[in-house]
């Protein structure tokens, strides 16, 4: 159960949240989002919210070009131009053709996190983004965060990885469902 949680994030930063499994990082991001609603307090957004959950959320049956078109729609953007870039920033874009089953989990998760990226959204929620990434495409999604970051975007990263810690400008723990400021790096 989460208490004891303020939370600000200002455009151009990249913030992250750690904490050990269970203590409600998750509950907090989909709080953040909207997924969730709390039972007290309030939540307040601005802006267009692209959040990528832990667990892949993409329709098995589909390619990943027909998931880029969906979204293209859904968001109203006029091509998937876009979303082509960045899967190849994250180099997959030679998967367009094959259905979400067929990918590996890696490459499931870099079309995961496209979904969430392709309306450039002001904020940017990320639940444990690069689960199943290769180092080199880890690497690649730090430098596409610190990117956004530095284009005026909010980002939100959950991690466990102590190598991750710095890469953010301010770091939170999330503990006994208080969270608290740890790290500031910028």
Known sequence: MLRGVDLTV????LVGVTGENGTGKTTLLRT??????????????????????QE???????????????FRVAYGLTDTGYAQE????????GAM???AGTLSGGTRQKLNLVLALVHRPALLV?????????????????????????AGQAVVVVSHLLDDLQHFDT???LRDGVLREGVRHR
Do not use: K
């Open 86 to 93: 960045l899967l190849e920033e994250l180099g997959c874009a």
């Open 10 to 13: 200002e455009p151009g930063s």
């Open 32 to 53: 953040m989002v909207g997924e969730l609603v709390p039972e007290r307090g309030a939540v307040h957004r601005e802006g267009q919210i692209g959040y990528c959950p």
């Open 97 to 99: 053709r094959q259905r």
């Open 126 to 150: 990320l639940d444990e983004p690069y689960q199943g990434f290769d180092w080199d495409t880890h690497q690649r999604f730090w430098r596409l965060a610190r990117t956004f970051r530095d």
């Open 171 to 173: 770091v939170y723990e």
């Open 56 to 70: 892949s959320v993409v329709n098995l049956l589909l390619t990943v070009s027909q998931h880029l078109e969906l």
